[in-house]
Nanobody, 119 residues
């Protein structure tokens, strides 16, 4: 059973940067970052597959970069030019079971989340 541990969240002023990290207990080919703001649904932010292909939602395109280090079983999300609307709990996801990878229902395994607050 894969376990995910996120880190790197925090509080930052608008325009600032943060880098999130997620370490998996074992390698998984397709992983993603999701976020959930209070009283909103969990939304896919970015995901990457085993070939290094990446996909982003429009609102973070050009500001966020997803990357991975397979040797370290790690997934990263570099977030630049942060905006107030980026404030949310961010989750690492694995256990992709097919379908639209931007949807939370396409992943089975979740980390505990790391809070990002932009003010």
């Amino acid at each position: 059973h894969v376990q995910l541990v996120e880190s790197g969240g925090g509080s930052v002023q608008a325009g600032g940067s943060l880098r999130l990290s997620c370490v998996a207990s074992t390698y998984t080919p397709c992983m993603g970052w999701f976020r959930q703001a209070p009283q909103k649904e969990r939304e896919g932010v970015a995901h990457t597959d085993q070939n290094g292909n990446t996909t982003y939602i429009d609102s973070v395109q050009g500001r966020f970069t997803i990357s991975r280090d397979n040797a370290k079983r790690s997934l990263y999300l570099q977030m630049n030019s942060l905006r107030l609307e980026d404030t949310a709990m961010y989750y690492c996801a694995a256990g992709y079971r097919g379908g639209d990878a931007s949807r939370a229902g396409s992943f089975d395994i979740w980390g505990q989340g790391t809070q990002v607050t932009v003010s």
